[in-house]
């Protein structure tokens, strides 16, 4: 008998374990619904959307996850197990789960750590493992797992609770901590996790902060710069996350690209926020290029750093796998910056990834990301203009 318990333990052990690392070993990449629907959700609305994922080419660019954010909930029944709203979902969650696998792709959903939800659904406090085995016979993929609603809560150990009971239900699981960088997740997280949110939620804004009395909603740019110090917590199986994308909710085509560029950059989840049942051909290109999403998902996993620095003009660098590196050249300003670029006068030598460039003793082709096509290579200074608000992407390749 106690031979048999240790069996049982150790392939538990083992199962919990190997389902975190088999999961995320490259950025996530999907659609959420908050950004442009908020609490107006509806099972139509996510069907049809999972048509468009397929339909609009970003299924094959690599995006996986339907993701419903707050609101798809119900009441819970007097066991406590929670049900979905029966006048929005009226098929049920599992039916929708269903028809969003048929499709070849997975599902997410959302819930929180607190008594509520931040729209003021019942959250997952005391019921942690109750809602994980609802989610696992739904089929669920994913879990966001929100921070609102949490007074008295720790948040390490609430999201470890979280996880045991994602363990214990049996499905492997996305687990994306949402709970907006306020206890630094990126010193303790990687255990629990497979991303972790580093910052409050993004608005459709490249250089702003919206106040909202308590909390504020930022920029592009204002998310961007609180990532530089942490990426030596990121890497394959758990991700900084500077928060969904914002391409196509009212950014000009130029924000779109950038944005876009630098959360590839930064190694982020691409977890679309526009509507993509009835998005532009331009967003549609930007969202499904795969050449950026090639920087993002390299195997190598490291997030970008900045190697130069000067009044607007600031240029990134990645190392990839295959002694690829990825820079971007990034405008943050209102006129155009001219710049020639001399790689010579630069190498790379990041301690984080263990990757070393030199430029000098060695060439590499220049792929333009956006342009899709080879521009040169480091044999000679790189001379060009980075337009408004707008990145020049390239992958160096030896």
């Given at each position: 008998?106690?031979?048999?318990?240790?069996?049982?333990?150790?392939?538990?052990?083992?199962?919990?374990?190997?389902?975190?690392?088999?999961?995320?070993?490259?950025?996530?990449?999907?659609?959420?619904?908050?950004?442009?629907?908020?609490?107006?959700?509806?099972?139509?609305?996510?069907?049809?959307?999972?048509?468009?994922?397929?339909?609009?080419?970003?299924?094959?660019?690599?995006?996986?996850?339907?993701?419903?954010?707050?609101?798809?909930?119900?009441?819970?029944?007097?066991?406590?197990?929670?049900?979905?709203?029966?006048?929005?979902?009226?098929?049920?969650?599992?039916?929708?789960?269903?028809?969003?696998?048929?499709?070849g792709l997975k599902i997410g959903i959302?819930?929180?750590?607190?008594?509520?939800?931040?729209?003021?659904?019942?959250?997952?406090?005391?019921?942690?493992?109750?809602?994980?085995?609802?989610?696992?016979?739904?089929?669920?993929?994913?879990?966001?797992?929100?921070?609102?609603?949490?007074?008295?809560?720790?948040?390490?150990?609430?999201?470890?609770?979280?996880?045991?009971?994602?363990?214990?239900?049996?499905?492997?699981?996305?687990?994306?901590?949402?709970?907006?960088?306020?206890?630094?997740?990126?010193?303790?997280?990687?255990?629990?996790?497979?991303?972790?949110?580093?910052?409050?939620?993004?608005?459709?804004?490249?250089?702003?902060?919206?106040?909202?009395?308590?909390?504020?909603?930022?920029?592009?740019?204002?998310?961007?710069?609180?990532?530089?110090?942490?990426?030596?917590?990121?890497?394959?199986?758990?991700?900084?996350?500077?928060?969904?994308?914002?391409?196509?909710?009212?950014?000009?085509?130029?924000?779109?690209?950038?944005?876009?560029?630098?959360?590839?950059?930064?190694?982020?989840?691409?977890?679309?926020?526009?509507?993509?049942?009835?998005?532009?051909?331009?967003?549609?290109?930007?969202?499904?290029?795969?050449?950026?999403?090639?920087?993002?998902?390299?195997?190598l996993g490291v997030q970008c750093y900045?190697?130069?620095?000067?009044?607007?003009?600031?240029?990134?660098?990645?190392?990839?796998?295959?002694?690829?590196?990825?820079?971007?050249?990034?405008?943050?300003?209102?006129?155009?910056?001219?710049?020639?670029?001399?790689?010579?006068?630069?190498?790379?030598?990041?301690?984080?990834?263990?990757?070393?460039?030199?430029?000098?003793?060695?060439?590499?082709?220049?792929?333009?990301?956006?342009?899709?096509?080879?521009?040169?290579?480091?044999?000679?200074?790189?001379?060009?203009?980075?337009?408004?608000?707008?990145?020049?992407l390239l992958r160096l390749k030896p």
């Amino acid at each position: 008998m106690k031979k048999i318990l240790f069996i049982c333990f150790a392939v538990a052990f083992q199962f919990s374990y190997g389902q975190k690392f088999d999961l995320a070993k490259t950025p996530p990449m999907g659609w959420n619904s908050w950004n442009t629907f908020a609490c107006n959700i509806n099972e139509d609305l996510i069907r049809k959307t999972a048509d468009a994922m397929v339909s609009s080419g970003m299924k094959d660019a690599g995006y996986m996850y339907i993701n419903l954010d707050d609101c798809w909930h119900g009441q819970r029944d007097v066991q406590g197990f929670i049900h979905e709203d029966a006048t929005r979902f009226p098929s049920g969650i599992k039916a929708l789960a269903d028809y969003v696998h048929s499709k070849g792709l997975k599902i997410g959903i959302y819930s929180d750590a607190g008594t509520q939800t931040c729209g003021g659904k019942p959250g997952s406090r005391g019921h942690e493992y109750q809602d994980a085995i609802t989610y696992a016979n739904w089929g669920i993929d994913y879990l966001k797992y929100d921070w609102c609603n949490t007074d008295g809560l720790k948040a390490d150990e609430a999201y470890k609770t979280m996880r045991d009971a994602i363990y214990s239900a049996g499905r492997p699981m996305v687990f994306s901590i949402c709970e907006w960088g306020e206890s630094k997740p990126w010193t303790w997280a990687s255990n629990i996790g497979h991303s972790w949110r580093t910052t409050g939620d993004i608005t459709n804004c490249w250089d702003c902060e919206m106040g909202y009395g308590t909390w504020s909603k930022l920029s592009v740019l204002s998310i961007l710069d609180k990532q530089m110090e942490l990426r030596q917590y990121a890497g394959p199986g758990h991700w900084n996350d500077p928060d969904m994308l914002e391409v196509g909710n009212g950014l000009s085509f130029s924000e779109n690209r950038a944005h876009f560029s630098l959360w590839c950059m930064l190694a982020a989840p691409l977890i679309a926020g526009n509507d993509i049942r009835n998005m532009s051909n331009e967003t549609r290109e930007i969202l499904t290029n795969k050449e950026a999403i090639g920087i993002d998902q390299d195997v190598l996993g490291v997030q970008c750093y900045k190697m130069f620095g000067r009044g607007a003009f600031e240029v990134y660098a990645k190392p990839m796998s295959n002694n690829e590196v990825a820079i971007c050249f990034l405008n943050r300003g209102e006129t155009p910056v001219n710049f020639d670029f001399n790689w010579k006068d630069f190498s790379i030598s990041d301690g984080i990834s263990g990757k070393s460039y030199d430029f000098v003793k060695t060439k590499f082709k220049l792929f333009d990301c956006w342009q899709k096509k080879e521009i040169g290579t480091t044999a000679v200074p790189f001379k060009s203009t980075v337009q408004p608000h707008d990145v020049i992407l390239l992958r160096l390749k030896p």
